[in-house]
């Protein structure tokens, strides 16, 4: 498409300025622009203008942060930003009726991927307002043993995923309403609201290569499942969800889902022969790494490892050319590590020093073999500048020593 | 009239892209998560990393923190006979801006006597690395190392004083 073409000769018309030594893989989907944004630089009282610095873009490897659009989804949206620009409630007029076909077609889109009703798609903000209804629903009900499981289908921080068709089960037997948050795993693994037994479930748009700010809410209508609005106002999505839903958003939800659906088994492979390639790689040259989460049951896109006796933000700190998250507790505002780690029984220390890798569908090979390659060497360095590591080294056992607590 | 409107939508998407990449500098504000350069030059450039013996009696060894809370110093210093600290190592498990802390504490106490290095303040250190209210706990644990390693030096030096005594 041309706007593919354009892109491509926007990347070759801007200066690319030379890179760190060993050489940071440049092709893929994302473009290393110049970024004239002074990287790293907090501006104090005696410093001059920032200098327009030409920086390349660090590589993004935190995709269950978010994800990049996926220029499939920017081609359904644009003519719904720029030409299409109609309130699909409006009945009296051609823009509103177009619109408002968008708008279903994406409401379509959604259900199709999750073999749901199209009827039974709302669309909101995000997860987060899926979330908050489907709670809500809970505190609307009257009867004091009517009660809601609410389950992750996949874990953001470790990748577990949950048993979901096993839980439905369960609750469907015992008439409990069950909702799970499918952020992380909506067009990842094959989920059938039906077939799961699922009455509730939240999908997250920019989760899924799709435009953030927008969600959905699944609400199951046969049994059926009664929420109570969040907003109030005009009563549009059958009075669930008032407020103008954004036909250009939904498009963008809807195209990502469709795309999702079709990409789904091509990216699971990929993204699990690179996942392999990542751990085997770091295992093999590194001593005390584990991986968080059941090895088993789990989404391969979503890497929870811990380095013993390194701590997991200094590491961010060395990495600094790659975009990654950690569990530890530097880099959570609270100063407590991940509760995640913590629920799952990790040692206190493992829990400070992990870090999340994120594998994607525009993820290059080598962009993993960059990362593995910088992560070995800075675990290397950061080994030798922790008294741990050389305790151990020493023989000592660390779980003798009597630490001062501060 | 549609293939017009696309062929314009194509055009503005292009200069979008191609325009975007001109953008003047950003004002950053400063969340914790942004590394001052400071910072990240103690951990690119290390200076004082390492160990000494600490066998010596002229070795002040102080270890503090806890592999539980994210954040382990290990400071020594070498003193010699005239009460002067001649030269300092420092190892940590922690934050990049508990491993500047502790590399500057480091940078700090050597060329000071015993006593002069017990006036390190840990305000001062999180003022010369620009540290973020969130991380001003990390020179906290910097001045309590170089604190530990001074009172097992003097410990040392008493031990070997009373040695000497006795013989």
Redesign the interface.
């Known amino acids: 498409m041309l706007l593919r073409t354009a892109w491509r000769r926007a990347a070759a018309a801007v200066p690319v300025a030379p890179g760190p030594k060993s050489e940071a893989p440049t092709r893929g989907l994302r473009l290393r622009v110049a970024d004239h944004a002074p990287q790293f630089a907090v501006p104090s009282d005696t410093a001059t203008a920032p200098q327009a610095e030409s920086v390349l873009r660090p590589l993004y490897m935190d995709v269950q942060a978010t994800t990049p659009l996926d220029p499939r989804v920017l081609d359904a949206m644009l003519p719904y930003l720029v030409n299409y620009y109609g309130n699909p409630h409006s009945r009296t007029h051609a823009y509103g009726w177009e619109s408002e076909a968008a708008m279903e077609h994406a409401r379509q889109q959604v259900a199709s991927l999750i073999g749901a009703d199209p009827r039974e798609i709302i669309f909101t903000s995000g997860a987060t307002e899926s979330n908050n209804i489907a709670i809500k629903e809970l505190e609307a009900a009257i009867q004091p043993d009517t009660s809601l499981v609410s389950v992750m289908t996949v874990n953001n921080e470790i990748g577990v995923k949950q048993p979901i068709a096993e839980i439905g089960r369960i609750c469907s037997s015992r008439k409990v309403y069950f909702h799970t948050d499918a952020a992380q795993a909506v067009g990842k693994i094959p989920l059938d609201v039906n077939d799961m037994k699922i009455d509730l479930m939240s999908i997250s748009g920019h989760k899924i290569y799709g435009p953030k700010g927008v969600g959905a809410i699944y609400i199951r209508r046969r049994p059926r499942v009664r929420v109570e609005a969040l907003q109030s106002g005009g009563g549009q999505e059958r009075g669930m969800r008032s407020g103008t839903v954004p036909t250009p958003l939904v498009v963008g939800l809807g195209a990502a889902c469709e795309v999702a659906q079709q990409e789904m088994e091509y990216d699971h492979k990929r993204i699990s022969k690179l996942a392999e390639r990542l751990t085997q790689k770091i295992m093999r040259s590194l001593p005390d790494v584990v991986m968080n989460g059941d090895p088993e049951h789990h989404y391969p896109g979503c890497i929870n490892l811990s380095f013993a006796y390194v701590e997991g933000e200094s590491l961010l700190m060395a990495l600094k050319d790659v975009a990654l998250s950690s569990g530890s507790a530097c880099t959570s505002a609270s100063l407590e590590p991940s509760y995640v780690l913590r629920a799952i029984g990790t040692d206190e220390d493992l829990a400070h020093s992990s870090i999340r890798f994120g594998i994607g569908r525009f993820t290059t090979e080598e962009e993993v073999d960059y990362t593995v390659e910088k992560c070995i060497h800075h675990v290397k360095r950061l080994r030798e500048m922790s008294p741990l590591w050389e305790m151990v080294q020493d023989g000592i056992d660390l779980k003798s020593i009597k630490w001062t607590q501060h | 009239m549609a293939a017009a409107?696309?062929g314009?939508?194509?055009r503005?998407?292009?200069a979008l892209?191609?325009r975007?990449?001109?953008?003047?500098?950003?004002?950053?504000s400063?969340p914790?998560?942004?590394?001052?350069?400071k910072?990240?030059d103690h951990?690119e450039n290390?200076r004082n990393?390492g160990?000494l013996d600490k066998t010596s009696k002229n070795v002040g060894t102080g270890?503090?923190?806890?592999?539980?809370?994210?954040?382990?110093?290990?400071l020594q210093i070498q003193v010699d006979e005239k009460g002067k600290i001649v030269d300092a190592r420092f190892?940590?498990?922690?934050?990049?801006?508990?491993?500047a802390s502790s590399s500057l504490a480091t940078e700090w106490v050597k060329g000071k006597t015993v006593e002069e290095a017990l006036t390190i303040k840990n305000t001062d250190i999180a003022k010369e690395l620009?540290l973020p209210p969130?991380k001003l706990?990390c020179s906290?644990?910097a001045e309590?190392a170089i604190k530990?390693a001074l009172a097992d030096y003097k410990l040392k030096q008493e031990s070997k004083k009373g040695e000497a005594e006795k013989e």
């Open positions: 409107g696309a314009r939508l194509r503005a998407a292009s892209l191609l975007s990449p001109r953008l003047p500098a950003r004002e950053l400063a914790a998560r942004l590394y001052h350069k910072v990240v951990y290390p990393v160990s270890l503090v923190g806890a592999p539980a809370c994210g954040d382990v110093m290990k190892k940590t498990f922690g934050c990049g801006s508990a491993i620009c969130v706990h906290m644990l309590d530990a």
